[in-house]
């Protein structure tokens, strides 16, 4: 099992710049969550997936953020354009639903500059 | 209305002496989850372990163990015998339904 996998891990980017976020859940797993992570507010839930259909996006900052899981296996996140302020860890998690806890990714460290 | 509360900004611990890290949370839903994660310096997040509303016992996982108080509506991390390699943020989360909410965290650190 080669758990959650995200990609990139580091991307800098140029504020204007559309930058795309990309997660690969564990094989089974039919929930997904993307989730933002900052000093000032911690861990931020977006937005989350459960068998493909987003169930929650009230945490979506606004509408220059998207997210789409177009099957199973693979999810993106979305900024149009970036801005310095979306600066931050972005995690992937997935779970099996209403089982234990999430699995989370690696993390993808966004710095827009 | 914020559903998991950290208390402990910041916790120092001797090497080999077991610590508490506080816990509490708030529901009204019957069935629940409540977890604890470890994030180390390199940022992952680290799943340690879960007990669920209705287990009767606190459960355990090598060196850590959850002190669930379900009266208190507590749920504390207990880690034995610190390790260096247990400096890190821990937080406390729980699920209720399609809900996960997380706690603002308690960063751990071990003094050799």
């Known amino acids: 099992d080669a758990g959650v996998i995200q990609s990139p891990r580091h991307e800098v980017t140029e504020m204007g710049q559309e930058v795309t976020l990309r997660c690969k859940p564990i094989?089974?797993?039919?929930?997904l969550f993307w989730y933002r992570q900052t000093m000032m507010r911690g861990l931020e839930l977006l937005i989350y997936?459960?068998?493909?259909?987003?169930?929650?996006d009230s945490g979506m900052p606004e509408d220059r953020f998207s997210a789409k899981m177009p099957n199973a296996s693979f999810s993106t996140l979305k900024i149009q354009p970036s801005e310095p302020r979306d600066s931050a860890v972005y995690f992937c998690?997935?779970?099996?639903?209403?089982?234990?806890?999430?699995?989370f990714g690696s993390g993808t460290r966004l710095t827009v500059v | 209305a914020q559903k998991i509360t950290q208390t402990q900004p910041g916790m120092f611990v001797q090497e080999k002496e077991a610590v508490t890290l506080d816990c509490t949370y708030d529901?009204?839903?019957?069935?629940?989850?409540l977890f604890w994660y470890k994030q180390p310096s390199s940022g992952e997040m680290i799943f340690l372990i879960y007990?669920?509303?209705?287990?009767?016992q606190n459960a355990t996982e090598g060196r850590y163990s959850l002190n669930f108080q379900k009266a208190r509506k507590s749920a504390n991390l207990v880690i034995s015998a610190s390790q260096l390699g247990d400096s890190a943020m821990y937080f406390c989360?729980?699920?209720?339904?399609?809900?996960?909410?997380f706690g603002t965290g308690t960063s751990l650190t071990v003094i050799p």
């Open positions: 998690a997935s779970s099996p639903s209403y089982s234990y806890g999430y699995t």
């Open positions: 094989s089974g797993h039919n929930s």
């Open positions: 997936f459960n068998n493909n259909v987003p169930i929650d």
């Open positions: 529901t009204s839903d019957p069935s629940y989850g």
């Open positions: 007990q669920g509303s209705y287990d009767q």
């Open positions: 989360a729980m699920r209720g339904g399609n809900q996960f909410y």
